[in-house]
């Protein structure tokens, strides 16, 4: 089967450091994405892994391990503007298909 | 260049109504997936076409059919809506063959009213 689990809502501080984890179980997995979601508004990407590892773009970082099926989104020195919900999402060989965990809605607070 | 568009923004409908959603893909790509998003869940995934062929398909019922024109644009139809049909409507456009760029890029979607 094909499954995503991601937690369903997180808060943390403004200034904070939040990581949002995510388990995977995909058929011919190929590669995780995280992408960010506002509210009412289309999901923009944030992050794309293949191989095992931390990958660091400005605030945000993403981790892969293949082998335990595990990802995890870290945001660095929390915005407000980064409240929003932060898709996990596994991708294929050979496919165009994505699968969507649920999202995590992630509140900011002052 | 312009991102992926989506039309309508919003659209309200009766149940036992018809749909058309409709979309445009980036320039130079050919590959276009529709999405549904219901409201606190992730997308799932409803079809993918690449050069006008359905290349994937999800598990929605025979009332969901799409096609993509010569242009990469594609439409997407509902039959006989349900009020669970209610969603945002998704469509993501990809480069096939990848280059290197894995990304999908999102629409901002449809927004769909069944009452």
């Known amino acids: 089967g094909q499954n995503i689990d991601q937690p369903t809502e997180m808060t943390a501080t403004e200034g904070a450091i939040v990581q949002i984890n995510c388990t995977y179980q995909?058929?011919?997995?190929?590669?995780l994405f995280w992408y960010q979601q506002h509210a009412g508004e289309a999901p923009t990407f944030l992050s794309y892994n293949v191989l095992d590892g931390l990958e660091e773009k400005g605030r945000f970082s993403s981790f892969l391990s293949r082998s335990k099926g595990y990802s995890y989104l870290l945001l660095k020195e929390l915005q407000m503007k980064d409240s929003a919900s932060y898709l996990c999402a596994a991708s294929s060989y050979n496919t165009d298909k994505l699968i969507f965990g649920t999202g995590t809605r992630l509140q900011v607070f002052p | 260049d312009a991102g992926v568009t989506q039309s309508p923004t919003h659209l309200i409908k009766t149940r036992g109504q018809h749909v058309t959603l409709r979309c445009s893909p980036i320039?130079?790509?050919?590959?276009v997936s529709w999405y549904q998003q219901v409201l606190g869940q992730g997308p799932q995934f409803i079809f993918q076409y690449y050069e006008k062929e359905e290349r994937g398909r999800g598990n929605f019922p025979d009332r969901f059919s799409a096609r993509q024109f010569p242009n990469y644009s594609s439409e997407l139809n509902v039959n006989a809506l349900l009020l669970g049909d209610s969603a945002l409507y998704l469509c993501?456009?990809?480069?096939?063959?990848?280059?290197?760029?894995?990304?999908?890029?999102f629409g901002p979607g449809t927004r769909l009213t069944v009452t």
């Open positions: 320039s130079g790509h050919k590959s």
């Open positions: 995909t058929s011919g997995f190929n590669g």
């Open positions: 993501a456009s990809s480069q096939i063959p990848r280059g290197g760029d894995e990304r999908r890029y």
